[in-house]
């Protein structure tokens, strides 16, 4: 038979109500404790992810843009230094231009210089040549005083 003793309930209910109290004490504040971190932990690293995120796209935004302003510097340097090449190339073909007109210039210059002198001796020589063409035809043929009369003569229209 089953016999029921009220003692031993008794005793039974007292224990779990000190289980169940001791436990409440001790077990419920800690482990609430640690939720309420973990919770605490948890929102703190989305938050802290969500600012990182923000920041990455933030730095992600300025980089695209230095990237941009770098890719536009780089084209204006590009555009300068074509300018420059042309210009200095221009300046380079104006100054072998110059240079070639004042060397031609010289050239002629010179030539013209060389030709006179040349045509200057020329000139001396033919009228020694004829001088003494003369004087041989003369001696030959005039007197010495109509000698001298036309070699005066001639050196006078040489003269002019």
Same mark, same amino acid.
């Given at each position: 038979m089953i016999s029921i003793? +009220?003692? &031993?309930?008794a005793l039974q209910t007292i224990n779990i109500a000190i289980l169940i109290w001791l436990l409440k004490k001790f077990m419920t504040a800690p482990l609430s404790n640690f939720l309420k971190e973990r919770a605490e932990n948890i929102k703190h690293n989305i938050e802290e992810? &969500?600012?990182k995120r923000t920041e990455s796209e933030? +730095?992600?935004t300025e980089q695209k843009e230095l990237l941009k302003k770098a890719h536009q510097d780089a084209q204006e340097v590009r555009t300068k230094a074509e300018a420059a090449a042309k210009t200095e190339r221009e300046t380079s073909?104006?100054?072998a231009k110059e240079e070639s007109a004042q060397f031609i210039q010289n050239a002629k210059r010179e030539i013209e210089l060389e030709y006179n002198q040349v045509r200057q001796s020329l000139t001396e020589d033919a009228a020694r040549l004829s001088i003494a063409l003369s004087e041989k035809i003369m001696r030959k043929s005039l007197k010495e005083e109509d000698n001298d009369a036309l070699i005066k003569e001639y050196l006078e229209q040489a003269k002019n």
């Open positions: 003793n +009220v003692y &031993e309930i992810a &969500e600012s933030r +730095v992600l073909l104006q100054t």
